[in-house]
């Protein structure tokens, strides 16, 4: 990797975190994958200090914060990642089967580390969702090793690509960035987000379709992703230790990035650079004005929830003049009108097409009897944009 001693120096005092937030990704988890093996190696060569820190995560990042408290190689990870990714490009049901991912995952981890939810306790706070009243809930506390693999699994339940809400603790559970999207303890936490457009930390240098988060991009852009999350971290380590005289401050406060040198990066290929270009790869954040992450909590509630629900509604709307046609039929009611309402109910096209990234692109408005559900549906013809 990018040996960031060299440009960095030997530090009398490593840099303290107090906490770090990882937010909610899907498959963006490869950048924090990358954040995650920089703060690593920064740690190895004294440049950071992760004793003490405290890790709060949200669906995928509660994998990661786990990850690194427990020790957990992350090029394995990574190399897990890739082939479920490949599964996913291989079959239709590979989009479906996240929860299957994850516990082929987190078995053998919990299995070499017996008593890996009492490391875990007091360290790592993981984010989920109650059903159906979408509040907040938090674990820091676990029992067993079982207690800490249900709970990052209901952190990580995004409905549907990884089942559905299931009984943890007595309630219903399901992902943790329905209701709490970037978790954050107090002022000091570090936010770390996969999202290009949010507020963060440190997020993407660079533009990151957010669609990436619902299904896997080709090998090459995750491993650009990577890249890029390594590279994002060694950055803002960097920064933070420029603008420290001691050279022993806590990364609670992020520097002002006004008084760098500003220059637009350039796509990251491979983090295996010679020394010479170094300084070079470094993406600089611009300075530009992000959301905050509660539009990561909007995106996930269009995507995943107000779309199905629409569409729902919509085929309610169809069935309702199904039955009033059915109910004149007797009358002299038009038959036609009936047969063309029953072909557009009874098509899963349209209920297919809510279904994040994969509905939009396997079936297009033209494949969605378009003038026909526009003469057919008021529902339609209002919200056929978000549908």
């Known amino acids: 990797g990018i040996d960031i001693g060299s440009s960095l120096g030997k530090m009398s005092s490593p840099i303290k975190i107090d906490s770090i937030s990882f937010s909610a990704a899907g498959w963006l ?21 992760l004793s003490e820190t405290l890790f709060l995560g949200s ?48 078995d053998p981890i919990l299995d070499v580390r017996p008593n890996a939810w009492k490391d875990v306790s007091n360290r790592v706070y993981i984010s989920m969702t109650s ?26 339940c995004i409905v549907p690509l990884a ?28 936010k770390v987000n996969g999202l290009y457009f949010l507020d963060a930390d440190i997020s993407p240098s660079q533009f990151v379709p957010p669609w990436w988060g619902c299904f896997p991009p080709s090998r090459k852009r995750l491993d650009w992703l990577y890249d890029l999350g390594y590279s994002d971290m060694q950055r803002y380590v960097q920064k933070s230790i420029s603008y420290s005289p001691a050279n022993s401050i806590q990364i ?5 990035t006004n008084q760098l040198n500003q220059q637009k990066p350039e796509p990251l290929k491979s983090r295996k650079i010679s020394q010479k270009k170094k300084q070079s790869k470094i993406p600089k954040k611009r300075e ?48 036609m009108k009936l047969i063309s309402h029953l072909r557009s109910s009874l098509s ?22 378009h003038k026909k559900l526009y003469n057919q ?4 013809r209002v919200l056929m944009f978000m549908i």
Not at 76 to 84: T, V
Not at 296 to 317: A, N, S, T
């Open 59 to 106: 669906s995928a990042g509660s994998l990661i914060s786990t990850a690194l408290v427990l020790g957990v190689d992350m090029q394995d990870i990574r190399e897990h990642a890739l082939r479920c990714a490949h599964i996913c490009h291989s079959k239709f049901s590979g989009a479906f089967s996240l929860r299957e991912f994850m516990t082929q995952l987190i």
């Open 252 to 256: 609670g406060v992020v520097p002002q």
């Open 348 to 369: 899963a096209k349209l209920f297919l097409r809510s279904l994040p990234y994969i509905g939009p692109k396997m079936f297009s408005i033209r494949k969605l009897r």
């Open 288 to 335: 530009i004005s992000r959301p905050s992450s509660n539009i990561g909590m909007i995106l996930y509630f269009v995507l995943y929830l107000i779309k199905p629900i629409l569409i729902c509604i919509l085929y309610l709307e169809l069935y309702l003049k199904i039955v009033f046609f059915t109910l004149t039929i007797w009358k002299g009611g038009n038959l």
């Open 377 to 380: 549906s008021y529902i339609y």
């Open 163 to 190: 089942g559905f809400p299931f009984s943890l603790d007595g309630s219903l559970v399901f992902d943790g960035g329905a209701s709490n999207f970037q978790p954050i303890l107090d002022e000091n936490t570090i």
């Open 29 to 49: 988890k490869m950048y924090y994958l990358g954040v995650a093996q920089n703060m690593l190696d920064a740690r190895d060569l004294g440049l950071l200090d």
């Open 131 to 156: 059903f159906p009243s979408f509040g907040k809930k938090q674990n820091i506390v676990y029992t067993s090793n079982e207690h800490l693999k249900l709970s990052m699994l209901a952190s990580c």
